[in-house]
């Protein structure tokens, strides 16, 4: 299902920030959250309908280009979210990114907002991470404790590995080093054996005795 849709399960904490990418606009949603005394932060998707309600002083020097209450004014966003948002514009200097955030938050400093959605940032990486490094191409389950599980898994799986590519002394990447072991997991060789005779290298290919498509005369 779209991700859109968890919000629909997520039980919402009163006083609790939740920090959403901008996938996740969806105002009616959003209004749950409101009226659950829960704040989130997202990403601004382009808003062609509403008003400015009030405007606070921005700070270029600290990347705040402005912090504004609007109303959304649009026939349907109106009805979806009646009540008044907090848009900010922020610049990343590091890495020349333009950002807009739309949050129910209107306690904390503007800056703070920012800041709270940049560290958002390291779940993304931690996803990649896990991605990237850990071997799961599909879940066996799709409960909390069955995902937690098979990614506990593999995580002392590459922990493992990790500790013996370094107490071995082994030339090869960690990510070569676990392509080797799924290669041989079914034989009796000794490890350093094993290890040693690994080639990365494609082997020459015995030419190929197919017919060629567009070769037919």
Not at 44 to 58: D, E, F, Q, W
Not at 82 to 102: G, S, T
Not at 146 to 174: E, F, G, H, N, P
Request: proline residues 3%; aromatic residues 10%; positive net charge.
């Amino acid at each position: 299902m779209h991700d859109v849709n968890i919000l629909d399960e997520l039980l919402l904490e009163a006083g609790a920030s939740y920090l959403l990418d901008r996938g996740y606009v969806d105002f009616a949603r959003l209004q749950t959250f409101t009226q659950a005394c829960a704040f989130f932060i997202t990403r601004s998707k382009r808003i062609r309908s509403s008003n400015v309600a009030t405007h606070t002083p921005s700070n270029p020097s600290a990347g705040l280009r402005c912090d504004q209450t609007i109303m959304l004014t649009g026939v349907r966003t109106a009805q979806r979210y009646p009540d008044p948002l907090r848009r900010i514009a922020y610049i990343d200097a590091k890495k020349d990114l333009r950002l807009a955030f739309l949050t129910n938050n209107f306690l904390l400093p503007a800056l703070t907002i920012a800041q709270l959605y940049r560290a958002r940032w390291q779940v993304e990486l931690s996803f990649r991470w896990i991605k990237q490094h850990l071997r799961i191409k599909a879940f066996y389950g799709t409960s909390e404790n069955a995902v937690t599980t098979q990614v506990w898994t593999a995580l002392s799986v590459y922990v493992l590995v990790a500790i013996v590519k370094k107490q071995l002394r082994l030339d090869l990447s960690l990510y070569k080093t676990l392509q080797m072991l799924s290669m041989t997991i079914l034989e009796k060789t000794p490890i350093l054996e094993g290890f040693s005779n690994f080639s990365d290298e494609l082997s020459n290919a015995e030419p190929c005795i197919q017919l060629g498509l567009f070769d037919l005369q």
